[in-house]
């Protein structure tokens, strides 16, 4: 039990040094059902995510699992 719960840490460190190092123009995918998008703005909080042309959401910056290579999103 005590490996699950040292695994799970090493994964949520991960994930926070990976919200904290986004940049405008990322391309990530955020958890709760695999959106894909552009990264547009940053805040401390949350991030604004272009899913469109023209439409863009805003996310919580945790809810970001994975930053994709460079021209993954056209």
């Given at each position: 039990v005590s490996d699950l719960f040292q695994l799970l840490q090493?994964?949520?460190l991960g994930l926070a040094l990976l919200a904290?190092?986004?940049?405008?123009?990322d391309t990530v995918v955020v958890t709760g059902g695999g959106m894909l998008g552009r990264v547009s703005k940053l805040g401390e909080s949350f991030i604004t995510l272009e899913i469109a042309?023209?439409?863009?959401?805003q996310v919580q910056r945790?809810?970001?699992?994975?930053?994709?290579p460079k021209g993954t999103f056209k």
């Open positions: 090493v994964q949520l904290d190092k986004l940049a405008v123009g042309n023209g439409v863009e959401i945790v809810a970001v699992a994975q930053v994709l």
